[in-house]
């Protein structure tokens, strides 16, 4: 009798530690189609805290890039203030400046708008009405509009959200879907073309995913 509880027991033990390596592998294989072959599995949706889960998704994926205090981003635009007044025209005065483009290294990238201040702010004001902010000065925008081929602008940027050129698609820069847009597959030539550096997330994240990661990256604006 104690020979064949032993050999039993044995049994058990074995077929309990093969089920244990079994559920071992099955949980590795699901963690790698996650992540999708490298990148690590990212934290389950909370449809209830949308923005919480992006910042989760934001430490994991974009961080290492992206900085979001204004001191500028290792490889990427700091996105603090992203898309107001301020934000946009340090970016047409300096779009190589720390806090922009100096970090991601663009070959032959943008180069910066020369003008007076009334200019400089007309065109601020265009870019900003893309956004589609409520408080956009229509008449200021209307003149930066207009200082688009004065300053050699439609050199690089288009403005009917289709053509494709040398920088970004202007219109509806800064919008939710604008901004989900590169945030799926900033490649597209109506936005960085062969320049981008910055990966694809389509396919990656869910398109719930991306549109909470969009409203994210929008609610970094402090003021107009």
Not at 1 to 29: D, F, H, K, N
Not at 59 to 84: I, N, Q, T
Not at 93 to 111: C, H, I, Q, S, V
Not at 200 to 222: C, H, N, Y
Request: proline share 5%.
């Amino acid at each position: 009798m104690l020979t064949r509880s032993l050999g039993a027991l044995a049994v058990a033990v074995t077929v309990g530690v093969l089920s244990a390596i079994a559920i071992g592998r099955r949980a590795q294989e699901a963690a790698f189609a996650a992540g999708r072959a490298g990148d690590q599995p990212r934290p389950a949706a909370s449809r209830s805290d949308p923005l919480g889960h992006a910042r989760a998704i934001w430490e994991e994926r974009c961080s290492r890039c992206h900085g979001l205090a204004g001191g500028g981003g290792e490889k990427a635009p700091d996105f603090k203030d992203y898309d107001s007044r301020a934000w946009i025209r340090g970016f047409l005065e300096n779009p190589e400046g720390p806090r922009y483009m100096r970090t991601a290294k663009l070959d032959k990238g943008m180069k910066p708008i020369l003008g007076t201040p009334d200019e400089l702010d007309a065109l601020a004001e265009m870019v900003y009405q893309q956004t589609g902010a409520s408080d956009a000065d229509a008449v200021r925008a209307a003149r930066g509009r207009e200082l688009i081929a004065q300053k050699d602008c439609d050199t690089c940027h288009e403005l009917d959200g289709e053509g494709e050129n040398a920088g970004p698609n202007l219109k509806g820069r800064g919008t939710l879907a604008w901004v989900e847009a590169v945030i799926s597959d900033a490649g597209q030539g109506r936005l960085y073309g062969e320049k981008n550096k910055m990966p694809k997330f389509a396919g990656k994240l869910t398109p719930a995913e991306i549109e909470d990661m969009a409203r994210f990256v929008m609610a970094q604006k402090a003021g107009p």
